[in-house]
């Protein structure tokens, strides 16, 4: 979707962008081929500009343009919306574009494509005679604005720049990724293809601007009721604001995402309703099947069965609500209902609140609720006080129902049903007289307090106990706040929250109701970036904030052998304290520890057979690339015969104690064998398929880590029949 801001008789059509970066070692590429750009068109009225002519061409702008500015050739289009009011062309490059429809009273709006888009609802007011575009509010001095990636600090040539309000003003930066703009004070946006969108206000002469890598694809296809792909649907989040059409085939991708999930996706197609999925990931590509909605009926009545009029009965999903209010027969049909799940919510006066969980199928026709039975509402008195009996004021009661989903924070969500007064009293009316209800109690510095009522409770005290408070204050390698990055490794609020809390736009995420205690805590900025660590609370009552500053996390390659180069297979190799950084060596004696954080790094390598390493590794050596470890081998070579009336041919088996690996060796004519090197310890001889034993005294041969050789000799005896 995107904003429309009205100025003067013109319709200036904002669209929200997002940005982020990816090591690059030269000038960030311009996206090859043209942009696709498509709109529903509507008047102010609200009404489609349907089967009508459109122009859209490169917008003149309206500030004066630098010499060597980047603004591309002059290119129009002429196309035409459908019977929906829809059109889709292309743009040759990053631009603000001006389109116009024809007709008795042409109209006109000014919209700035920086990617492929779909702008959504595109609203047109008259245009004067002229066409001119509104004026730009830049004056004054001139400023140059370089356009960086924020992690290579490659140029990004072809960046989309305009003035924030007046989109009619716009350039485009050129190959060293430099446009001059003028103004004094004056904010511009800026975005290009594959990075997420920034703002800056120029107040001086020159201005470096980083942009970061977007680091989000969704991805998805849209079926409609027989199944098959639908072309041309309309699929929108917000936020951030983004729009896209179907292709043929029903495919879509909404790319240049920010990593702040969860998104609320809607999509929509003429005479198939609209469905809202809620996405929290991006690992699989999303099905979104659009069928015609269809009518819901329900009757409202009271325990004794008799009808209840004027309630009112609401279907609640993600982003969307549809309601309907009751007859004298307590009946109520609610139309346009897509198919999905819904909280179905029944208010009716005197009466407490019902809920229930249904699913709407696909099909047609109208689609029966079962009977909503309302109990009659009772009253409840709350007072809510501390330890040392003084008044709480503004705690937050909220009602949870029987499987009630929680949000990111533990919190039930949408607006609590009753707060405590300065002299901590709280009234809580509809509430089922002959059920129980459980109360979440909730306010920052006291322990979150979950309550379950008894059946008519009418009065209640409740007493809050004192707790910490713990904020995350996570920031970017570059500094900026990092918005919308998931933590793990901390408790919500009340247990029952699905998903883990996310920072919010200043990059800082507060935990309330702690005791003293410390927590493991890790943070994915979603663009490669991360951290690790271990974050302590103090004793209640206490405020505690935590600086965090994201890292981009090193991978530490390299090949394990021995004193003559041979690679070593099976060797563990670790860097404690980093996670999950743990590999074993493949038959080419090759690792990689992924994750590493901090450098100096210390790595650990172990193997049964030879001596363990410890090494220090900076950062320059995991930047390298392949890094050698020699372990010393501290096997023993084993050698031996066996002494008896018969030697030749024997099959002499050795187990080792501890890891009861075997090898079977064969002894020589003269009753000599060579077992091979050996890993230092306990081992267990014996015999295979033969009358001779081992003398039982010399059945356990203890081999040495000390000596490069070992000499054994194996007495044997004959079996007892």
Known sequence: MSAVIRQGRFLLLVVGFSLAAAPLTAAVEPPAGPLTFSATVRDVDGSKFGRLPVTIDRAPSTCRVAPGSDRGNERVVTTATDGSGVFLTTVAAPS??????????????????????????????????????????????????????????????????WEVGSPSCWDRTGPAGMVTVHGARVRWAIAAPGFADTQVEVTGTTLAVELRRAPVTLRGKVHGADGAGLSHALIEID????????????SFELRDLPSSFPFELRASAPGLGAIVRRVVDAAAALRLDLVPPREVAGVVRDHDGKPIAAAQATLLAAGQSFEAFSGDD????????????????VDAKGFATGYLRVAVPAGRGTFDLPVTSLALAIELQGHVEDRQGHPVADVEVFVRRVGQRLDRGGLPPGEPAARSEA???????????????????????????????????????FVLETASSLTLRVRRPDGSAAAGVSVRGMRPAFAGSSDFPRTNDEGELTFDGLDASSHRVAIDGGDGTYWEGVVKVPPPPSETTVEVLLRQPHVLAGTVADSDGTPIAGAKVEAPGSGEAIDTTNAAGEFNLDGLL????????????????????SLAEADAGSLRIVLDDRSTLVRGRVEGEEVAGLRLRWVHESSHRALTVTTQTDGSFEVGRLDPGRYLLALDDSTLVIEPARSVVVVEATAPEQYVVVPLVKSRP
Do not use: C, N
């Open 423 to 461: 002299d901590g009293s709280f009234v809580l009316a509809k509430l089922d007289g002959g059920a129980s209800a459980k109360l979440l109690l909730w306010h920052r510095g006291y322990r979150p307090l979950e309550v379950q009522l008894k059946p008519d409770e009418r009065e209640r005290t």
């Open 96 to 161: 603000v574009v001006r389109v116009r429809i024809g007709g008795a009273i042409p109209r006109i709006a000014y919209v700035p494509v920086p990617r492929s888009l779909d702008a959504g609802e595109l609203y047109l007011g008259p245009a004067p005679p002229s066409a001119a575009p509104p004026p730009s509010t830049t004056a004054g001095r001139e400023a140059t604005l370089t356009v960086r990636d924020a992690v290579s600090g490659a140029p990004i040539p072809g960046a989309l720049v």
């Open 330 to 345: 307590g009946t109520f049909v609610i139309p346009g209902v897509p198919a999905g799940s819904y909280d179905l919510r």
């Open 598 to 617: 901090d450098f100096p790094a210390l790595v650990e390598v172990t193997h049964p057979r030879y001596a363990p390493a410890h090494l220090q590794v």
């Open 239 to 250: 936020p951030p604001k983004r729009a896209v059409r179907s292709d043929p085939d029903g």
